[in-house]
């Protein structure tokens, strides 16, 4: 089955702790992108990334790190940095030379820091 | 800067009502303008993108560039078009995409 698979769906930290939310893909996509999901507020851009290697920041980017070692996977962490990180995050891919606009998404993972 | 501006957060219709969801977005170039949807316990999708100019699931988006809108529309509500909307703008050669807060779409029967 082909797509975007995200890992945990639910996860919760203590304040203080670093954590890392899976994004892994099999769409031989080329970007892959983290937005940040709370209510009343829409998705906003963490990270991106294009190619295996590089990555860029995206409108929200302090307190959160990423890798892109390799292309199927892009894992977002989370760290003590992070003021508010309470949310639910959203990964998605694209293929590059598309430019159609057209990101496929995975499931979500809810972060909740008790 | 950029940004998208859905005014409504949520838009209740009856069955066969004719349906309009507003976005508005401010970019002084010329943006690519999308509607992505999520329906209930599905991922977030591509509804139409306005540079194709095309219908889907009886929903059409015009490009008003002297408004600066792209509201999206649908002349007679189905039930199954109950579902988060959401739209999107990229300014740029590249699916780097700026979304708006959302619109909750729910059609009574």
């Known amino acids: 089955d082909g797509g975007i698979t995200q890992s945990p769906k639910y996860l919760f930290r203590k304040e203080g702790q670093n954590v890392t939310l899976s994004c892994e893909q099999n769409l031989n996509h080329d970007a892959m992108y983290w937005y940040r999901q709370d209510p009343g507020q829409g998705l906003r851009l963490i990270y991106y990334?294009?190619?295996?290697?590089?990555?860029q920041k995206g409108d929200i980017a302090e307190g959160y790190s990423v890798s892109r070692e390799k292309k199927e996977s892009f894992p977002l962490t989370v760290t003590s940095a992070q003021k508010n990180p309470t949310a639910f995050y959203l990964c998605a891919s694209s293929g590059w030379t598309s430019h159609t606009g057209e990101l496929f998404f995975g499931e979500g993972s809810r972060l909740t820091v008790l | 800067a950029q940004r998208v501006t859905q005014p409504e957060k949520l838009l209740s219709v009856f069955k066969g009502a004719p349906v309009e969801l507003k976005c508005n977005y401010s970019?002084?170039?010329?943006?690519?303008l999308f509607w992505y949807v999520q329906y209930s316990r599905q991922r977030l999708q591509l509804l139409l993108r306005h540079i194709s100019r095309e219908s889907i699931k009886g929903f059409t988006a015009d490009l008003n560039k002297g408004e600066t809108s792209f509201h999206l529309k649908k002349p007679f509500a189905q039930e199954e078009d109950s579902a988060m909307y959401y739209c999107?703008?990229?300014?740029?050669?590249?699916?780097?995409?700026?979304f708006g807060a959302g619109t909750r779409l729910a059609v009574h029967p």
């Open positions: 970019y002084s170039g010329s943006p690519e």
């Open positions: 999107a703008l990229t300014t740029g050669g590249y699916n780097k995409l700026i």
């Open positions: 990334s294009q190619i295996v290697n590089d990555f």
